[in-house]
């Protein structure tokens, strides 16, 4: 029997600390949950399935069923002599199961150290830190399809993955559960250390090829810590704007401007500008617009100073597009989900 409570506050369950109430909430915690719970989604007009909120602006009131998933577990699905293939339930917490995985000597994933959220959501937004993108360890998963009520393994083609997109995040909401995620971690292993500012840390200092993956995975989050701020004690969804790719026409005029523009070349002709620089670079690194600014040591994250709600996050995000738009010319797109 399924466990509804109705009018949760869903405050604490989203790192921007925006306050927000739910029609009703499930917690999700193994899959023999799933069949009933297709059977309630059916009953509601609108769902949605939130992980660890961390990548969500949530408005005040949302009128819908609300899955939350807590559901946990990790374990070894397959091994050969070339690799691991490493299971994670939807609920567990990324940076935990990242932590696990090093401890356990499963290694691939240390670049990913430190970023918030689920193991559920991370295939959502293909997320990716210091060189490292999910899709590149990605094996398959296993998602609850809720409109026809049934299991489906989905492979890389299957999930659509591109830069902090994929096939999930482009789904009406409600759609998909994601169950398990599955990754193929190679007994070869090398340190992926050709991010800039990461060889540098105290950690690697002289290691080189020789680092380990406890060096590796320290050093990932020493960097993370000195720039991004702890949720728990200021409220933020991490990154809030994608890094904007633009092709070689853009990327001239801009650096014929700009030359200290940070861009970094793409494939077929395309480059990805840092989108923190550029909104430095408007001026809104450490400015505020009411509660909410952009951070004082990296401008990519906005953050809650207190009080903040759904719409005064949306003000500041149209003010600092508006102004990277005039003073560049490059439209940027933010990353966290609106759920309204």
């Known amino acids: 029997m399924l466990s509804v409570s109705l009018d949760e506050n869903l405050a604490p369950f989203n790192t921007l600390g925006l306050p927000s109430r739910a029609a009703s909430l499930l917690r999700y915690t193994a899959a023999d949950q799933l069949p009933d719970l297709t059977e309630l989604a059916r009953q509601h007009e609108n769902l949605f399935v939130l992980g660890g ?15 939350k998933v807590e559901s946990r577990g990790v374990r070894i699905l397959d091994e ?8 994670a339930q939807g609920g567990e917490v990324w940076h935990d199961f990242v932590s ?44 609850w399809d809720l409109a026809e009520g049934r299991m ?66 320290e050093a990932v989050c020493q960097v993370r810590r000195s720039k991004l701020p702890d949720p728990a004690v200021l409220g933020n969804a991490g990154s809030f704007f994608k890094n904007p790719v633009v092709g070689r026409d853009d990327y001239r005029r801009i650096k014929a401007a700009h030359p200290g523009a940070v861009a970094y070349a793409q494939g077929q002709g395309g480059y990805k500008l840092a989108a923190g620089w550029l909104v430095e670079h408007a001026g809104w690194k450490g400015r505020r617009l009411g509660p909410v600014g952009m951070h004082d040591r990296q401008a990519l994250v906005l953050v ?32 966290p989900v609106n759920v309204v």
């Not at 430190?114 to 296993?142: C, K, M, W």
């Open 304 to 335: 809650n100073h207190g009080g903040a709600t759904a719409q005064d996050v949306r003000r500041l995000a149209d003010a600092v597009k508006s102004d990277v738009a005039e003073r560049f010319g490059v439209l940027l797109e933010q990353e």
């Open 80 to 87: 050969d002599g070339k690799g691991r293939v490493i299971e």
């Open 152 to 217: 489906v393994e989905m492979g890389p083609g299957d999930c659509g993955f591109a830069y902090r997109d994929s096939v999930f995040k482009r789904s009406p909401p409600g759609r998909w559960l994601i169950a398990a995620v599955r990754f193929y971690l190679p007994h070869a292993w090398r340190p992926m250390l050709d991010y800039p500012g990461l060889a540098g840390q105290a950690e690697l200092a002289g290691a080189g090829a020789r680092a380990t993956p406890r060096q590796v995975f």
């Open 53 to 67: 909120g961390s990548n969500v602006v949530l408005a005040p009131v949302l009128k819908a069923l609300v899955v």
């Open 100 to 143: 696990l995985c090093v401890d356990k000597g499963w290694n691939g994933l240390e670049n990913l150290a430190l970023i918030p959220g689920t193991v559920g959501a991370a295939p959502v937004q293909n997320i990716g830190a210091y060189g490292v993108e999910l899709d590149q360890r990605f094996h398959s998963l296993l998602a």
